[in-house]
């Protein structure tokens, strides 16, 4: 695993038994592709590979830490077999000195199993267009007491159609992160976009506070 306190932000660690996606976006650069052309972890990016002895990693961990699950991949992607995602849980269940962070999107994906409840759940949009995953997030989770999360990021327009005020108090939506897009030729964000968002627990990530420095992380 490793230490992603002071790149990602959100979570101590980045936990990747699962490297690669077929998620194919086109909208942005995808850093972890990115990263696996300069490292070459696998051959092809949009065939997702699974390292079953990264699965050991959490247990030498005896501190209870907040996890990332899948900073190399969309767990849920299509390539993923199912299993590789019944051996993840296994460890989630064994830890539960840990919080688990999955984010994935294709939420729909997470009625599909049982979570335990040392995990948070969660969903990447960009804008206004992928408001449906919010809701799936919403939908396929119902069956778990599980805290939820929004990731905007890269934010690249408009989120006037979500009330993540009311998702906070109706639906568990405990954490909202926010960054902005990396790497050669980024988009700057509007700050016209965050006006109109609304929540109690914000995560501004380092990437859209070096074009705001006036932002607070509460």
């Known amino acids: 695993m ?65 996890i990332f699950v899948g900073s190399m991949s969309d767990i849920f992607s299509e390539g993923v077999h199912q299993n590789w995602i019944y051996e993840i849980l296994k460890v989630v269940n064994e ?26 759940l969660g969903t990447t949009i960009t804008s206004n267009k992928d408001f449906d995953r919010v809701q799936w997030l919403i939908r396929s989770t119902s069956h778990t007491l599980c805290p939820l999360f929004v990731s905007l990021e890269p934010i690249l327009g408009p989120v006037d159609r979500f009330d993540f005020n009311n998702y906070y108090s109706s639906y568990s939506l405990d954490l909202l992160i926010i960054g902005a897009e990396t790497g050669p030729g980024a988009r700057i964000p509007d700050r016209d976009w965050l006006k109109t968002i609304n929540h109690p627990n ?14 607070i992380n509460k």
């Open 202 to 215: 914000i995560y501004y990530k380092h990437n859209i506070l070096k074009h705001f420095p006036d932002l």
């Open 2 to 66: 490793n230490d992603i306190s002071k790149t990602i932000g959100w979570a101590k660690w980045s936990f990747n038994p699962i490297v690669g996606c077929a998620n194919n976006c086109q909208e942005f650069q995808c850093y972890a592709e990115a990263m696996n052309r300069r490292f070459k972890w696998i051959d092809q990016w949009n065939r997702p590979e699974f390292f079953e002895k990264r699965l050991q990693e959490p247990y030498k961990k005896k501190k209870g830490a907040k």
């Open 95 to 120: 830890n539960p000195q840990h919080l688990f962070m999955f984010l994935s999107k294709r939420p729909m994906k997470y009625k599909n199993y049982q979570w335990p409840g040392n995990c948070m």
